[in-house]
């Protein structure tokens, strides 16, 4: 597992109050982890904050799976390291 994808991981299980073993690539935050919408929004700074990225918010917002997340944030922190 990489770094990026290992502090996903204990991100949104901290926030979601969920069992780190139930934070697979595969999961969706709403569907499977629970998340609610305000806390979609809350993950969006949390993961800002752990990464120090600044994201799109509607593009984040649109990440639904586990694995979509961290390609996202490893792409947006390639971005911004340019």
Do not use: N, Y
């Amino acid at each position: 597992m990489s770094d990026v994808a290992e502090r996903v991981s204990k991100v949104t299980a901290r926030l979601l109050k969920v069992d780190l073993a139930d934070v697979k690539p595969e999961a969706h935050f709403v569907r499977d982890l629970g998340a609610e919408s305000i806390q979609s929004i809350e993950l969006v700074a949390a993961f800002e904050e752990e990464f120090g990225i600044e994201m799109d918010q509607d593009e984040a917002l649109a990440v639904q799976t586990v694995a979509d997340a961290i390609a996202f944030i490893e792409k947006v922190i390639a971005e911004q390291q340019k």
